[in-house]
């Protein structure tokens, strides 16, 4: 009788914990799926401040540049709203190791795997919520008509806002440090050129020997004074003999090397004008308020 009575105990908390955990797991289902619909507003929206719109990031190309993109974007928002405030972000970080075998292949001219790598990351960024989309990588941002035609999400093209940068200073020549690809493809230079600006790239030899110092050397966040001193004589060669009036560090790995003080000239730390753009659009639908 004993054991009967136990047993029909035990029936019975088996079935209210099935009972309360389903309804837990119902509960949490359709908080995801207001969530996911729209339907909850966000803390923002919620004050009546109006809504921030989700960054969504591809990083991990390198990570190493991927680090000083999530500080600056938060820093920028702790600097605009005060108090506690940071950036509204969704981060995919790619495993850089794998990648750089299917860059290698792209080089060659097969950017098959690369492609779907960098769709596929946008697409979880799609589903994550973001609103749009940053790829942190000066090269990658080749790919930016492929990701909005195929995701449907809006692309912050780097070459853009680095060249309202470059404008705003009223400067018309410039040179492009990058990867060789940056450098020498037309991607990047025609959206300047369309600004007025004119883009000179290093000779054969400096090209080797940047792009060399970035996949060996800053991918990996090696930071060397010889490849600073390096990267500074063919800056200054470029502005002694090319007379540019300016530096675009247009690799989001460069200015973990080479800072404004390194060179006379103005330099553009793609990564930082990226970031700041970034953070304007996202908080563009916010009503001003005194900073805290």
């Known amino acids: 009788m004993r054991c009967k009575r136990i047993c029909g105990f035990l029936c019975v908390l088996v079935v209210m914990a099935a009972i309360v955990g389903g309804y837990g797991w119902r509960t949490a289902s359709a908080t995801a799926e207001v969530v996911a619909s729209g339907q909850m507003p966000l803390a923002a929206e919620a004050s009546g401040r109006g809504s921030i719109k989700t960054i969504g990031i591809i990083g991990g190309v390198s990570w190493a540049s991927s680090i000083e993109y999530y500080r600056l974007m938060n820093e920028m928002v702790r600097d605009r709203l005060g108090g506690v405030s940071s950036a509204q972000i969704l981060l995919f970080s790619i495993e850089f190791g794998e990648f750089s075998k299917q860059e290698r292949l792209a080089d060659k001219g097969d950017w098959t795997l690369m492609t779907q790598t960098i769709l596929d990351a ?171």
Do not use: W
């Open 122 to 292: 946008a697409r979880r960024l799609q589903r994550g919520g973001a609103d749009f989309i940053v790829v942190a990588s000066n090269t990658l941002n080749s790919l930016a008509d492929s990701i909005e035609r195929e995701v449907g999400l809006p692309v912050l093209h780097i070459a853009d806002v680095t060249g309202e940068a470059i404008r705003k200073r009223g400067l018309t020549t410039v040179a492009l440090l990058g990867t060789t690809y940056t450098m020498e493809q037309p991607f990047y230079r025609e959206r300047l050129e369309k600004r007025g600006i004119r883009v000179v790239i290093p000779n054969q030899e400096e090209r080797d020997y940047i792009n060399a110092v970035i996949f060996d050397e800053l991918c990996a966040n090696r930071i060397r004074k010889e490849s600073r001193d390096g990267y500074v004589r063919i800056i200054n060669r470029l502005q002694k003999e090319e007379k540019v009036e300016g530096v675009i560090l247009g690799c989001t790995e460069i200015p973990l090397l080479i800072k404004q003080e390194d060179v006379s000239i103005p330099v553009f730390d793609t990564t930082a004008i990226h970031a700041e753009a970034a953070v304007e659009y996202s908080l563009s639908d916010l009503k001003k308020r005194p900073v805290n």
